[in-house]
């Protein structure tokens, strides 16, 4: 029986890595998003899901559930609403943890029951290094610190089930969402990497490895971990 994976916004930058990653290893690939991949995987499954709607995404994951019965979870879906504490609108505080938040909330309980039925089970919360702390990240910084403390509870609450929970944290990540807000000419983006201990920023590749080390059937002894994928940026100020 092949093994099926859920990725929330998984048809572009990190999510699709993510996505071909877990192809690679033999694994069907059910793909929440509101826009489908550009180039399907010859395994994956996608489903339209705007997880800013409550009813819709219950809808969509309750049809998951009943055709997949997922036993691997990649909390990846996230928008960003960048404003100063003064300037987050309450609206935009809403829809950040409406879509980075509640959709994990969502997906995990939706898949739970067969995760428990199998005595197995994987989820992965893509968090942020922002969750440590970064200007103008009012609303998205609260929603990614949520992730974290989210795997973390679910990691007690779950593991005498033979489910982990862990979270990755990604710093600053070469994606075209990315590239468009800093382009490779810029100054800013010169001091982003300049800033990085390995000089390079990361690429989507680089988180999916982290993220498929914690799907791995063989990482059932590393639970309610943060990995920051980073280059290093965030020595000093993650916690030990």
């Given at each position: 029986?092949?093994?099926?994976v859920?990725v929330?916004g998984?048809s572009?930058?990190?999510?699709r890595?993510?996505?071909q990653?877990?192809?690679?290893?033999?694994?069907?690939?059910?793909?929440?998003?509101?826009?489908?991949?550009?180039?399907p995987?010859?395994?994956?499954?996608f489903?339209?899901?705007?997880?800013?709607?409550?009813a819709?995404?219950r809808?969509?994951?309750a049809?998951?559930?009943?055709r997949?019965?997922p036993?691997?979870?990649v909390?990846?879906?996230g928008?960003?609403?960048?404003?100063?504490?003064?300037?987050?609108?309450v609206e935009?505080l809403?829809?950040?943890?409406?879509?980075?938040?509640?959709?994990?909330?969502?997906?995990a309980?939706?898949l739970?029951?067969?995760?428990?039925?199998?005595?197995?089970g994987?989820?992965?919360n893509?968090?942020s290094r922002?969750?440590?702390?970064k200007e103008?990240?009012?609303?998205?910084?609260?929603?990614?610190?949520?992730l974290?403390?989210l795997?973390?509870?679910w990691?007690l609450e779950l593991?005498?089930?033979?489910?982990?929970v862990?979270?990755?944290?990604?710093?600053?990540?070469?994606?075209e969402?990315f590239?468009?807000?800093n382009?490779?000419?810029?100054?800013?983006?010169?001091?982003?990497?300049?800033?990085?201990p390995v000089?390079?920023?990361?690429?989507?590749e680089?988180?999916?490895?982290?993220?498929?080390f914690?799907?791995?059937?063989r990482?059932?002894?590393v639970?309610?971990?943060?990995?920051?994928v980073?280059?290093?940026?965030?020595?000093?100020?993650?916690?030990?």
């Open positions: 029986m092949t093994e099926t859920l929330t998984g572009g930058g990190i999510g890595a993510i996505a990653r877990a192809a690679e290893a033999g694994w069907r690939v059910v793909n929440l998003d509101l826009r489908p991949p550009e180039a995987l010859p395994v994956e499954d489903f339209e899901c705007d997880f800013a709607d409550l819709a995404t809808a969509v994951l049809q998951v559930a009943e997949h019965a036993t691997r979870l909390n990846n879906v928008v960003v609403k960048p404003a100063s504490l003064a300037e987050t609108s935009d809403a829809t950040v943890m409406e879509v980075n938040l509640r959709s994990a909330v969502l997906s309980q939706t739970l029951p067969a995760m428990r039925a199998a005595g197995f994987r989820i992965v893509i968090a922002a969750a440590l702390g103008l990240r009012t609303a998205y910084g609260a929603s990614k610190a949520g974290i403390g795997a973390r509870t990691a593991a005498a089930d033979g489910i982990t862990n979270a990755i944290g990604p710093g600053p990540i070469a994606t969402l590239k468009r807000a382009p490779d000419n810029s100054p800013r983006t010169r001091a982003i990497i300049e800033g990085v000089k390079r920023l990361g690429t989507p680089d988180v999916a490895n982290g993220v498929q914690f799907l791995d059937g990482s059932g002894f639970t309610g971990q943060v990995l920051y980073c280059g290093g940026l965030t020595v000093g100020l993650a916690p030990i």
